[in-house]
């Protein structure tokens, strides 16, 4: 029998080291925390516990005290004193430091209660707040790898299948193929020598869900790996992350060798005749590396280059061998299934897409950060209910699904509910589980233009359709964003996007169109704007727009004139200022420094007929 | 500071005199002279030198028995990868999506022209390199930009020049060892 060993009654102080912390001056909060309870002579009895990304990255550095569970969000070092004294020491929460309802204004002192936290369901997420992730004692405690314990002792690898198809668990890595399903077959190969792989590579540029999977529970990944890899049979497996998440690449490595120090991993695991071993493999930085076939050339060695499939990786993966290969969330799941039993995983979710789905909630959203919902929770929930809605009391406009291949959905679709079949009808995909939240300020065709220009780049270039593809259409919304679009240009782009999405290779260019015919669906209007009224409605294409300073607004304090650039704007001091349009770079500084918001951007500027 | 010559990717590979101290053997026997390793390999001596020396790229290609044009291949293939020095700071702007939608653009806009260069590109005195990175996981307080490795969050066009002027006063209290390894 595995044990931990901490004490539940030992209070401990929770300080979130995600990325987002970190980059929020966690460090600083932690050296604060130290030294206090140095001071106080309470290093031994008081723990600190550094933990993995809580999700909640918008009010970080994140605090939670155990076990009170009180919450502190946006901890500063000076709190650490006043936190220690009263909470730590005399139990009573501190008020103003308290979380407040950003809607009634109340104080809420307990994580769960806070609206972003008690209307999410949490699975994979629920663990990270609560274990050291470079600590295997703390996995332990919570349960790690009992369910690897139980699988070998009572499963034959047919149960687990079973038991993993019964779930209804579907990749997480986009394409939602049944997880069950793709071990069977893989299980069914005749060959000698079998792999599992980990798909860390998370390409998409403004998601992170994986990544603090990995940092924060690595030992939950590991664990669903070598379930599977019993499962198939698979002596060896790999984990794919991308070299420039350093912490993910270390925590793994780490909870690789100590997995491997407790038996949980190497030869013969816990005792068993199961032998198993893993990996860390790093990538280089290149989104095409997470579609399946190209992910395993480069654990080869090779340029991550796609190829034409089938024969599928279960059948013919790494070095010609039967592989397995799964997101690390789908991985992350498998524990829990094994744990709490199929039916438990299918109740949970809608009727073809079960269990929860993490997603990164970005953009123009108060909340900023991880959500882990139930399949089939309406955007509306998770933007509103969890996400606190818009910031500045602007609209929302749009929400991006699927990453840079994915698609946007308007406003007035946000009553969908996000699983895998209502996201391929209305247009857009599932992907990794990045929401991209848009208001009122965001162009359109900027956007189309940008996922465009970045699939462009990303492509690897071996089939036609998406080399050059992608290219003219984002030449095309080049031209519509600089004013030089015709209606033809409209009709170029839907013709094209439906060719590139239909012929090309792989997963990439298959929905490389996907951001340009969406948003033309969804947003004709305003590629009309820009094409007809040379205008940008948003106030985003700079060569369609221009500054100006308002009359009444504007006091004279010369603060716009001091920092513009190019030496564009005029007036003396407390006199009215006006940028000069021939001279104006449209660099927005002016509007930035301006604290009497006295400078308009204003829509159909520039061009001049 | 003037542009620096064409964008990194299309540059002719660059020598440099360290070749006798270079870690490159040791690196390739750590890996074993594994050829399934020659990603690793290449990262490990990226890690070690900043970038990618040609001799370097010949050592490896020349030790696993394999052309140089299929070590270059990859060197050129993944976006992680640079054939020139870096600057003595990087200003690194993340363009991911959730900082392209809170002005992102308009950031690294304002880095190109106070350092007069484009992104990728080192400024002619080598003081300064440009990069964009997509997506650093940090998101809730993007636009984000880093500034030699450290973390720099919400940061609008108005704030670059401030920003840059910090990064020389750090830079001269610091020694360059300590510096790239934050950055690591
Ligand atoms: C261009 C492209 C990029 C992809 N990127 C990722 C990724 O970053 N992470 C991931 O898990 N799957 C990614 N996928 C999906 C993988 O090809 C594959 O379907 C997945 O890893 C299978 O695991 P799953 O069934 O658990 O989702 C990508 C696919 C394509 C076409
Ligand atoms: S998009 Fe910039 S940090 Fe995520």
């Excluded at chain 1, 060993?5 to 925390?33: K, L, M, N």
């Excluded at chain 1, 895998?420 to 162009?443: H, K, N, P, Q, W």
């Excluded at chain 1, 004279?556 to 940028?579: D, Q, R, S």
């Excluded at chain 1, 449209?586 to 420094?593: P, W």
Aim: charged content about 25%.
């Amino acid at each position: 029998m595995l044990i931990g060993r901490s004490d539940p009654e030992r209070p401990c102080i929770t300080i979130c080291t995600g990325t987002g912390c970190v980059a929020g001056g966690a460090g600083d909060v932690v050296e604060a925390f130290r030294k206090v309870l140095a001071d106080h002579g309470l290093s031994r009895r008081v723990e600190i516990r550094l933990t993995g990304c809580h999700g909640f990255c918008e009010m970080g550095p994140l605090v939670t005290l155990q076990p009170s569970e009180t919450f502190y969000p946006k901890v500063r070092p000076k709190d650490a004193k006043r936190i220690i004294e009263q909470t730590v020491l005399n139990k009573e929460p501190i008020e103003e430091l308290l979380y407040r309802d950003p809607s009634t204004h109340e104080p809420i002192e307990h994580e769960g209660d806070i609206p972003f936290y008690s209307h999410q369901h949490r699975i994979v997420l629920a663990e990270n707040g609560r274990i050291d992730p470079t600590n295997l004692n703390d996995f332990l405690d919570i349960g790690g790898y009992l369910a690897l314990q139980n699988v070998l002792a009572t499963m034959s690898p047919a149960d687990v299948i079973d038991d993993v198809s019964r779930s209804g668990l579907r990749g997480r890595g986009g394409a939602g193929f049944p997880a069950g399903p793709k071990w069977k077959i893989a299980s069914e190969q005749p060959a000698a020598c079998k792999y599992v792989v980990c798909n860390g590579d998370e390409g998409d540029p403004g998601a992170y869900m994986d990544r603090s999977v990995l940092e924060g529970n690595p030992h939950r990944v590991l664990e669903g790996m070598c379930i599977g890899a019993y499962a198939i049979g698979a002596q060896q497996g790999f984990i794919y992350v991308r070299h420039e998440y350093p912490l993910a690449v270390g925590r793994i490595s780490r909870a690789v060798q100590d997995a491997r120090r407790a038996g949980m991993l190497g030869e013969r695991i816990l005792g068993t005749d199961f032998s198993f071993d893993l990996k860390v493999v790093r990538g280089a930085g290149a989104f095409v590396c997470g579609e399946e076939t190209a992910l395993i050339a480069s654990i080869e060695g090779r340029k991550g280059e796609p190829r034409q499939r089938p024969p599928y990786p279960a059948v013919s993966g790494y070095m010609g061998s039967p592989t397995v290969i799964n997101n690390v969330e789908t991985w992350a799941n498998i524990p829990h299934i094994i744990n709490n039993g199929p039916d438990w995983y299918a109740s949970i979710g809608s009727e073809h897409s079960k269990g929860t789905k993490i997603f990164s909630l970005v953009g123009k959203v108060n909340c900023t950060g991880l959500v882990e919902v139930p399949m089939g929770t309406s955007i509306r929930s998770i933007v509103y209910d969890i996400g606190g809605g818009i910031p500045d009391q602007k609209a929302l406009k749009a929400v991006q699904t699927g990453g840079p291949a994915g698609g946007c959905l308007p406003a007035d679709q946000i009553d969908l509910p996000i699983d895998f079949e209502a996201l391929r009808e209305a247009g857009t995909i599932m992907g990794s589980g990045g929401l991209i939240v848009m208001d009122e300020s965001t162009c359109m065709v900027d956007v189309a233009r940008y996922f465009t220009g970045f699939l462009e780049e990303e492509s690897c270039g071996k089939c036609y359709p998406c080399r050059k593809g992608t290219q003219r259409m984002r030449e095309l919304l080049e031209d519509i964003c600089e004013g030089r679009g015709t209606m033809e240009h409209l009709s170029l782009l839907d013709e094209l996007g439906a060719t590139v999405n239909t012929t090309s290779m792989c997963g990439l260019g298959q929905n490389a169109a996907t951001p340009v015919l969406s948003t033309i669906r969804y947003f004709r209007d305003e590629y009309i704007a820009h094409i007809r009224d040379h205008c940008c409605p948003a106030g985003v294409c700079t060569e369609l727009i221009r500054f100006e300073i308002m009359a009444d607004l504007c006091d004279g304090c010369g603060a716009c004139a001091k920092v513009c650039p190019a030496e564009a704007i005029f007036g003396e001091k407390n006199e009215l200022h006006t940028i000069d349009p021939n001279l104006c770079i449209k660099c927005g500084t002016c509007k930035d420094v301006c604290t009497k918001d006295a400078v308009l951007v204003l829509s159909g500027g520039g061009h001049e007929h | 500071m003037r542009a620096a010559t064409a964008p990194v990717r299309e540059i002719a590979l660059v020598d440099t005199p360290e070749i006798l101290s270079s870690p490159v053997g040791r690196i390739i026997e750590e890996h074993h002279n594994d050829r399934n390793d020659l990603i690793a390999m290449l990262l490990d001596i990226q890690d070690a030198m900043g970038f990618l020396p040609r001799f370097a790229m010949e050592h490896v290609a020349t030790s696993l028995e394999i052309p140089i044009t299929e070590v270059y291949g990859i060197a050129t293939f993944f976006k992680y990868f640079r054939l020139k020095p870096p600057g003595e700071h990087q200003c690194t702007v993340c363009t991911g999506t959730a900082c392209h939608v809170r002005g992102a653009a308009r950031v690294l806009r304002e880095f190109e022209r106070h350092l007069g260069i484009r992104s990728g590109e080192v400024t002619d005195d080598r003081e300064y390199g440009l990069e964009t990175v997509n997506c650093v996981g940090a998101c809730a307080l993007g636009p984000i930009v880093l500034l030699d490795g450290d973390y720099q969050g919400q940061v609008t066009a108005s704030k670059v020049p401030t920003l840059l002027r910090r990064l020389k006063r750090s830079a001269e209290k610091k020694p360059v060892a300590a510096r790239s390894e934050a950055a690591a």
